[in-house]
């Protein structure tokens, strides 16, 4: 079906110069939020995902560690958790940015759900500018 509309393939080929993002992942993304047609800002589309940070407060007596809220599209989730872990392994920028997150931490899962949230806020802003990934040398992917 992506084939067939010219307008959506040159905009998946710019989502798939994304390391790590497929296309059944990007499929999955652009359904779920319906092309971005409602998302107006990256925030948004964070708390949609279920992405954005909640405190764990209750008075004075609770006081937890912050957690993603979980409330949003969990088929979202879902579809970048191995995208996720491919980019921390092959995509040299995004890599970097696991590290720095897991650094001291006990568990790896902290860094992947780190980069689920920028891999989907980055394919957003692809999406909205037009334009393909490019590192910071400047290469394409």
Do not use: C
Request: net charge positive; charged share 25%; no cysteine.
């Amino acid at each position: 079906m992506i084939s067939q509309d010219a307008w959506l393939e040159r905009k998946v080929a710019d989502l798939r110069t994304i390391k790590g993002l497929g296309l059944i992942t990007i499929a999955i993304i652009i359904a779920e939020t319906q092309g971005f047609q409602q998302i107006t800002n990256a925030k948004q589309l964070t708390s949609y995902a279920g992405y954005d940070v909640v405190q764990r407060e209750s008075g004075s007596s609770i006081s937890g560690n912050p957690r993603i809220s979980k409330k949003g599209n969990n088929r979202i989730r879902a579809a970048l958790h191995f995208p996720s872990l491919v980019a921390s392994r092959w995509n040299d920028e995004l890599k970097a940015v696991f590290i720095r997150i897991n650094k001291g931490k006990v568990s790896k899962m902290i860094g992947a759900t780190a980069l689920q949230r920028k891999i989907l806020i980055l394919a957003y802003s692809l999406w909205k500018n037009d334009t393909v990934y490019k590192t910071k040398e400047g290469r394409v992917g």
